[in-house]
Nanobody, 123 residues
C-alpha cells in the first residue's frame, strides 16, 4: 500500500543545481526515517543522504557533504534532496527510500523504495 514517487530529475550542466522530491502515500509519512540512494551503470547502489522522522538529524555520504542537502516537509508528506555544485560523477538513478524503524545508511535495511529518477550531469 505504501507508494513513493520521485520527481525532479533531469539533465544539468556541471556546477548547476537540481532539487529532487519524493512523496509518500499509503502510510503515515512522519513515522518513517527517509533516505536517498543512487546507482550508476555497472555499480552498486550507494547511500547519499538520510533524515530522521522529525528532520532533526541528517547524515550524508562524504562524496556529497557540503553540496547536497536533505530536508522534509511532514505536512506535505515529502522529502527533498537539494543538489548543488553538481559533478559528472553524480550521474545516476536516484532512489527515495523509507525506513519504519530508524535512520539507516544501509540499502538492505530500507523497507520501501521509489521507482527512481534519472539525474545526468554533463561536463
Amino acid at each position: 500500500q505504501v507508494q513513493l514517487v520521485e520527481s525532479g530529475g533531469g539533465l544539468m550542466q556541471a556546477g548547476g543545481s537540481l532539487r529532487l522530491s519524493c512523496a509518500m502515500s499509503g502510510r503515515t509519512f512522519s513515522s518513517y526515517a527517509m533516505g536517498w540512494f543512487r546507482q550508476a551503470p555497472g555499480k552498486e547502489r550507494e547511500f547519499v543522504a538520510a533524515i530522521s522522522t522529525s528532520g532533526g538529524t541528517t547524515y550524508y555520504a562524504d562524496s556529497v557533504k557540503g553540496r547536497f542537502t536533505i530536508s522534509r516537509d511532514n505536512a506535505k508528506n515529502t522529502v527533498y534532496l537539494q543538489m548543488n555544485s553538481l559533478k559528472p560523477e553524480d550521474t545516476a538513478v536516484y532512489y527515495c527510500a523509507a525506513n519504519r524503524a530508524r535512520l539507516s545508511v544501509m540499502a538492505r535495511e530500507q523497507d520501501y523504495w521509489g521507482q527512481g529518477t534519472q539525474v545526468t550531469v554533463s561536463s
